[in-house]
C-alpha cells in the first residue's frame, strides 16, 4: 500500500488512448498536429491567449521558463524548501548559468510579499550582490498548501512592483485547483509562465510550460531543443497532455487525489504538521508509530525525525486509503 | 510517401506492449524493476560489462556522454556534418559549459586517425588553444555510412595514444550493425560511451547511454538529473528499451529499414551521392525532377541545389518503395 | 579619515619599485623571469612544494581555485556570510558553471566541523541532491576573526574524512599570520588551495592562487586563460607579489595594519560585536553615534541598524588612529 | 632584437607617471575619479556619447562585450583566424556560457558582408541551428589589415539589415587609425561595442570598453564582476588609459609602430604575405632564412611552414628595426 509519491503511479486509460492514438505518422519534433493544438488548448482553459511548449519532466519545465526569465548574473527568489532548491539536482544553477537561487521562508513553504521582500530589501542596488530578477512559488507548496488567488495576485502585485517575473511551479496544479474550486486562471493570476504538471497527475511523461508573456516562450523554443528536450515523437507528449485537458480530466484526477488526502487527514486530526489542502499529508508520529504503520504494509516517506510523509495518487486504492486512515486512528 | 525521416515513424507493437506491462506501479525515476535490468540486458548483448542509462533524446544522450569526458575548457573532434554540430540547436556548448566543437573533414560524414590529426595537431600545447579531449563519431555516420569495425578500431587506438576519449553518436547503430552483421561489440570496439538509438527505430521516447568505462555513468546520473532527464515514470522509458532488445528486434527493424534503402538505391545507381549502407540515400536530382518526384507524393529533404535525402523506417510500406524506385528509375 | 576598506589604500613603495625595475622587456603571460620565480618564492615561505599562479583580483583567485576542485554539478560549502557568497557578485555561479554554494552558519563568520557536517549531513546522496566537493573558509574570516592552526587543521581533518577538498580565502591572510605569530604553514595547514592576498595588503593589483596539490594548478592555467585572466604582462603582476614577499613584507604590513586596529579596538571595548584580531572592528554604535564621528571626519560603512565597520590598512595615519580611538571613547 | 610580439613591450613613461599620482587613496572598484572621467573622454574622442569600462585584458574586453549582445544559444560570426576563435583559450564559450562562434573566411583575415552572409544564409530559421545575433571583426586585423571606414559602414548596414549586434576587437585599434588618418568614429562607425586596446601600445593591464550602445554597459557592469575583473583599485586602470589618450598618445604610438613596421615591409618587398598596414609584417622566408635571421639576434614566430610573423612596438629600437630591414634585404 503506497503512499511514497504520486510520481510513479499508473498512466490514466484516457492517456493511454490518445498515445496509441497517436501512432500514426505525423511530422517530428513540434510540427505535428497535436503539438499546434496545445496553444488553443490553454487559451481555452485559462480564457486567455497563451502559448504552451510540452516537455518530460517538472525539473525541465521550470528551469526553461526560469532561464527565459533570469539572465545569468541575476537571481530568483523561491522557498528554502522549494523543489527547485531542494530536489532538482541543481538545474536550476545549470539552466540559468548560475544565476543565484535566493531562498525565502514561509510557513507550510509558502512565500508572501512580505516574506520576498525579507530577501531582496537588504540586496543592495550593486554589482557586488546578484541582483533579483524573477520570484518563483508553487502550486500547491512543498507541504500541500494551496495559495489562494488573493494570495497569489498580492505576489504577483508586489513582483511587477520590484520589477520581477514570476514564475509558478505547477506540479500539482491540477490539486491545487481542485481545492480552490476556482477558475484555473484564478489560481495563477498574475503569473508569467506555469508549469502546469500531468506526470504525477495521469500522464506518463509530458508537463507543459504555459506561458502568458509571449516573448519567453519564443526564448524557450530554443532553449528546449539546446536542452535536448524536443523529443522527435513530440505528438507523444502533446497526445498525452490533450487527453488530460479533455473534458477535465486533470481536475477530476486531481480532487480523486485531493479526496483521498482529505480522508487521511481526517483520521490524523492533531497530528498534522501542516494543513492538507492538496494531496500530500504531513505527520507528527514516532519511530514507534513509523514501524506499527510499515509492519502493516503502508509505505512513505519518514520526515524528519518524528514525522512522515505520505503522498496520494488519482487512483488510489479506497481499500488501502480507507485502511490506512484506520491504522493511523488506531496509533 | 513519406521518406522524409525515420525520426517520426510508428513506435513498433512490441514497445507498446512493453509500456502497457509496465503499467504497475514501481518505484520512482530510475530504481524501478526494469531500469535495473538495463545493465544486464547491455553487458550481455555487448559481451563485456557495461553500465546503461536510458534518456529521451538523442541529443540529451550524446551531450551527456561527452560532458563526462570533456572539462568546460577542452575540446571535442567532431565531423563538421556531424549532428551535435549542425543539428542539436548548440546542446553541446551547454552542457560542456562551453567547451569547443573542433570540426574535422572526411568523406561521407566519417573520420580517420588522419583527419582527426589535421584538426589536432595543429594545436598548440598551451593554454591559448583549446586542448581536444575527446573524439565523437557517428555510427552510421549522417550520410549512411558506416565504419567498419577496423576503422573504429584504427580511431580507438589513435584516440588512446593522444589521450582522448571516444564517444560514438549510435542513433543509428541498429543500421550500422545490421550493414555489418558483425556481433555489436565489433561496430563500437573501444569506445567509452556509445548513444544507442532507439527512438528512430520503433522506440517511442526512449536512447540508452552505454558506458563502457563505469566511472562516467557516475557522473552522468548527476549530470541527467540536472538536466531534467530523469524521469519520475523511467520504468516507461526501460520498457522500451528492454523490448527493443528482446530477440534483438532493434536488430530486425535495423535490418528492415536497410532492405528497403537499398531497393531504393538500386534503383538509383549511378545518381547516388554516397554509398547506401544504412537506411539514407542521397540522390542528384534537378529541380525539374525533385518536383516531379513529389508531384507523384513523395516528401523527401532537398539537399543542396540538386540533391535530395530520402529515409527510409522500419516499417516503410512496401508498395510505397516500389513505387518510389519505380518513379527514380523513370526519372 | 579613511576607515572604509583596506581595499583601496596606497601601493607600498617596494612594490612601486619592483614594478619599475621590471619593466624591461621579457616574454609575455606568465613565461617572464619573474612569474617563473612564483613557484620557489611561495615554496620558500610555506616550507613545502607549491604551485603559484598570479591574477588580479581575490574573487578570480577564489573561483578559479574552486572550480578546479568542484564540478559543475557539485556543491561547496562556505559560510552564510563569505565572500564568495556575499560580495563576489555570484562569480562562483560563473567560474564553477551554476555549481551550488551551500551555507553553513558559525560564530564570527567562522566555521567548524560541525557547522559544516549540520550542512552536509541532511543531504541525501542521491542525485536528486546537489552533493557537495568542497569547502572553503576565510582567513581572517569577514569579520576579522582568525581562525587557530588547530582550528584549521581539525576542518582539514574533518574536509579529508568526507572526502572535500579545502579551500582557503586569503584576502587577509597576511592579517591572520600577523596575529597567530605562526609560520604560514600552520595558518593553512591541510588547505588544497589558497587565495593569498597582496592587494589589501600594500600591492595594487595581484593576488596569488597558492596550489599545495599541484593537480589543481594545471587545470587553472586553463581556466584562468579562459577567464580572460592571464595578462600578458604578468611580470609587473609577478613583480608585486615578490616584492611583498621579500623580506616578509607582506607580514610586516600586516601587522602595521593589525596593530592599529588593536589600538581602536581597545577604544572600543565593551561596543565590540567580534574579537578584534586582524584588521577589522566591528562596533556597536548608534545612529546618533555614527553622526557624530561623521562629522569630526571619519568615514566608515554602517553595520546593520546600530552598527559600524572600521576597516585599518598598512599605512593608517597615526594621527587619523589616534583621533578615532579617542573619537571612540568619548562617545 | 624582440619582434616576437607588441604584446610585452615595455610601458610608457607617461602611463607609470599617470599610474604613479593614481596613488593618493581614493574610493575602490569603478567608483574613483578617474574612472569616471573614461566617459567624457572616449565621447570626446569618438564625437559622440559613449560609455566606457577598464578591464584588465583584450579576452575580457571581447568576451564580455559579446556576452552583452548574444545569449547562451545564439552564435557570434568571427573570421576564422579571429583572436576569440583562435588565442583567448575558449574564453567566449566561457563568457557567452557556450554560445558558438560561427568561422567565417575572407582574405588577411578581414570579413566581409559577403562573406558573413556566407556563413549565416544557410542556417535554417528553426530550433535545430544556432541562430547568429552578432558580428565580431577585429580592427587592425590578425594579419595587420584595416577595414577601411567604408568597409566597416557596410558590414554596419549588413549586420543591422539582418538584426546582427556588430562588435569590434581593436586590441591594435590605434595601429588601424593611425594607418588610416581619420577620426577614430570612422574607424569604428556603426559598431555597437568596441574593445579599445592599450596593453599591446604603451599600457600596461588596462584596456576599454566602448559602448556606443548604453544598454549594453548596464549588463557588463554586473558580468565584469562576476567574472573577477572589476579591481579595488580600478583607479589604476583607469589613469592608464586617460594617460594614453591624453594628446592622443595611442595615436603617437600607433604611429611610430606603424612607421616601423612599415620600413620592414619596405625591406621584404614580394616577399610580404599580406599588406603590411599597421605593426605587423608576414613574410615568406624558408628555413634557411629564418635560421640566417635568427642567428643575427632577431627573435620572431614562424608562420607556417614558410612564413614568419614580426611584430613591432610603440618603442622599438631604431637601430634593430633598421638592422633587421638590412638582414632581410641581404637574405
Known sequence: MQFLSDNAAAVHPAVWSAMLAADAPDSPYDTDTLSRELDGAFSSLFGRECTALWVATGTAANCLALAAMVPPHGGVVCHREAHIEADEGGAPGFYLHGAKLMLAEGRSAKLTPESIAAVIDPIRDDVHQVQPHAVSITQASEYGCVYRPQEVAAIAAFAKARGLRLHMDGARFANAVAYLGCAPAEACG?????????????????????????????????????????????????????????DDLWLQNGRAANAVAAEIAAAAGPRLLHPVEANEIFLTVSDEERAELRSQGFSFYDWGVDGARLVTSWNA???????????????
Open 190 to 246: 498574475g503569473v508569467d509562465a506555469l508549469s502546469f504538471g500531468f506526470v504525477k497527475n495521469g500522464g506518463l511523461g509530458a508537463e507543459a510550460i504555459v506561458f502568458f508573456e509571449p516573448g519567453l516562450a519564443d526564448v524557450v523554443r530554443y532553449r528546449r531543443k539546446r536542452a535536448g528536450h524536443l523529443q522527435s515523437k513530440g505528438r507523444f507528449l502533446a497526445a498525452q497532455i490533450l487527453a488530460m485537458l479533455k
Open 317 to 331: 486504492d479506497p481499500d488501502h486509503v480507507g485502511a490506512l486512515a484506520k491504522a493511523i486512528r488506531a496509533l
